[in-house]
T-cell receptor, first 109, second 113 residues
Framework: KNEVEQSPQNLTAQEGEFITINCSYSVGISALHWLQQHPGGGIVSLFMLSSGKKKHGRLIATINIQEKHSSLHITASHPRDSAVYICAGGGGATNKLIFGTGTLLAVQP | NAGVTQTPKFQVLKTGQSMTLQCAQDMNHEYMSWYRQDPGMGLRLIHYSVGAGITDQGEVPNGYNVSRSTTEDFPLRLLSAAPSQTSVYFC????????????FGPGTRLLVL
């Protein structure tokens, strides 16, 4: 069965800290999505990766296909980064997604 | 573009009632899907569609029906609501040639009493 696991489940950081959220996935997944969900809010797609590394502003996502592992990094964290970060594995002709349970990030000023 | 829209935002049902959650997108995406989000669990796929006239079951399809008569609309029907269907429902769409980036609707919060 395809699975996606995230760690940590909860993360508290001080403003300005470098943050890493990890995601491990099983065979059958060829693309990895990172999503952001603010409390009570909708879900926004941050990245889709099938190889290498992507960067958008202070967010960086990497994927290691051999180790079936992806990381989301936030540099110079800010309280507005406080949200749930979700990784999801997909790929194939229909890209059906399997979701991790999310990482709740709180960045304190 | 409005993106992905969902109605209603919030709904209360009694056990046994039926209702339809609406989802529409104006981006000409071929792929649309419905998810439910429950506390402590990841989003779970209910049904999905790869194009008009084509639908298929996801991980948790029981108690739900879908249809895709047009590219734009993908309604989710609850046939006979049960308390176990209390959840937040998200509709999403994506386009293969755009790299499968997921666009989510704002969600529908459903309470079944």
């Amino acid at each position: 069965k395809n699975e996606v696991e995230q760690s940590p489940q909860n993360l508290t950081a001080q403003e300005g800290e470098f943050i890493t959220i990890n995601c491990s996935y099983s065979v059958g997944i060829s693309a990895l999505h990172w999503l952001q969900q603010h409390p009570g809010g909708g879900i926004v797609s941050l990245f889709m990766l099938s190889s290498g590394k992507k960067k958008h502003g202070r967010l960086i996502a990497t994927i290691n296909i051999q180790e079936k592992h992806s990381s989301l990094h936030i540099t110079a964290s800010h309280p507005r980064d406080s949200a749930v970060y979700i990784c999801a594995g997909g790929g194939g002709a229909t890209n059906k997604l399997i979701f991790g349970t999310g990482t709740l990030l709180a960045v304190q000023p | 573009n409005a993106g992905v829209t969902q109605t209603p935002k919030f709904q209360v049902l009694k056990t046994g009632q039926s209702m339809t959650l609406q989802c529409a997108q104006d981006m000409n995406h071929e792929y649309m899907s419905w998810y439910r989000q429950d506390p402590g669990m990841g989003l779970r796929l209910i049904h999905y569609s790869v194009g008009a006239g084509i639908t298929d079951q996801g991980e948790v399809p029981n108690g739900y029906n879908v249809s895709r008569s047009t590219t734009e609309d993908f309604p989710l029907r609850l046939l006979s609501a049960a308390p176990s269907q209390t959840s937040v429902y998200f509709c999403a769409s994506s386009l293969r040639k755009a790299g499968w980036t997921q666009y989510f609707g704002p969600g529908t919060r459903l309470l079944v009493l």
